[in-house]
C-alpha cells in the first residue's frame, strides 16, 4: 500500500519467508497474536482502522477492493482474523454493522485468500450452553446474536475456503491498553473498589484464556499447516480453570494482594441483564492435543498479573505526571 512499508527490516536484510496478515491487529487478541508470529521469525503485516496507524496498515475491511489489494501485495502465506465485533450486548444494538463484520468481511477474506490458510477466530458462544464439554463435532445451537453471527461467519469461511481452519475459544483476557477490551479485565475497576460493596454475576460458568496462549496456537497451527496441506477445519482451544466472574474477580483481587470482601456473588441473573448467555459452553479440545498442537494453558492467577500490570504502571506514571 503507498505510504506503508511492509517490513520493519533495514534494507539489505534477509527478510523471513514466513508472511502471515493479522487481521484486528489493534484488538486485544491481534496484538498477541502479531507479536507471537513477529517474535518467531514471521514477516508479519498487521491491518486495523481507528488504531492503525503507526504501528499497522490502516484499513477498512468493509472496502472489498482495499481488502484484496493488501492480500496481493503484500502475499501472506497465513492469515489469522481476528477483526470481529465481539461484544454481544453491541451486536443486538448494532445488529447490520455487526452482520457486515463478522459475517460480510468474513466470507470475502476466505474468497480472496484463496491458497492462503486462513485462520478464522470464532468463539463458544456458538454453542447454547446445556450440555458441556461440546466437541469440535457437536451440534451449534447460539442463543444470541453475537453467537449467530459467528456461526454464519465459520460457515461462510468453510464455503468460499474448504482448507480454512476455525479456532473457537472461550472469553479471553491479556495484556490490555484500557481494562474494557476485555470482559474479564474490566473487572478491575470493581476489585481495586474496595470501599464500596459490588455484587458480580455467580450464575455463568466461563472459562478464562489468555490471548498469549491463544497466539501461540495459531502460530502453531500456521507452522504446522506449512508443513501438511490436510490441516484444516474446526478446532478448540481454552483455558482449564473454571469460574464465574466472581471468582475471577476474587483470583485478581488475591494476585494483586487486595481485599475481596466487598465483592458479593450474584447467584441469579437479574431480568434485563442483556443478551443472553449460555450457562457452561465448556470446550472440549482433544483435537489440538491429539495433534500436537495445544498448549498448557497459563494458570489464571499468573497470567491476569502478568496482562494487567503494564496498563497498571503506565496509568500510575500518567496519573503521577498530569496531576
Known sequence: MPGFRYADSEENVDVPSRRVLVTGA??????????????????????????????????????????RGVIQDFQPHVIVHCA???????????????????????????????????????????????????????????????????????????????????????????EVERVEESAVSVLWDLVQEGSDSCTIDHCQQRFPTYTS????????MAERRLQDSSL????????KEQMTKYEMACAMADAFNLPSSHLIPLTEQPAGAGAQRPHNAQLECSRLVL?????????????????????????????????
Open 26 to 67: 489493534t484488538g486485544l487478541l491481534g496484538r498477541a497474536v502479531y507479536k507471537e508470529f513477529q517474535n518467531n521469525a514471521w514477516d508479519g503485516l498487521g491491518c486495523g482502522y481507528s488504531r492503525a496507524r503507526p504501528r499497522f496498515l490502516r484499513c477498512n475491511l468493509l472496502d472489498e477492493e482495499a481488502l
Open 84 to 174: 470481529a465485533e465481539r461484544r454481544p450486548d453491541v451486536v443486538e444494538r448494532h445488529t447490520e454493522a455487526a452482520l457486515n463484520l463478522n459475517v460480510h468481511v468474513s466470507a470475502t477474506l476466505a474468497k480472496e485468500a484463496a491458497g492462503i490458510f486462513l485462520i478464522y477466530i470464532s468463539t463458544d458462544y456458538v454453542f447454547d450452553g446445556r450440555n458441556p464439554p461440546y466437541g469440535e463435532n457437536d451440534a451449534p445451537n447460539p442463543l444470541n446474536l453475537y453467537g449467530k453471527t459467528k456461526l454464519e461467519g465459520e460457515r461462510e469461511v468453510l464455503r468460499h475456503n474448504p482448507e480454512a481452519a476455525i479456532l473457537r475459544v472461550p472469553i479471553l483476557f491479556g
Open 213 to 220: 496462549d491463544v497466539a501461540r496456537v495459531c502460530r502453531l
Open 232 to 239: 484444516r477445519g474446526i478446532f478448540h482451544f481454552s483455558g
Open 291 to 323: 495433534l500436537g498442537l495445544s498448549v498448557e494453558p497459563t494458570p489464571f492467577k499468573a497470567a491476569i498479573r502478568d496482562s494487567l500490570w503494564p496498563f497498571l504502571q503506565d496509568r500510575r506514571w500518567r496519573q503521577t505526571v498530569f496531576h
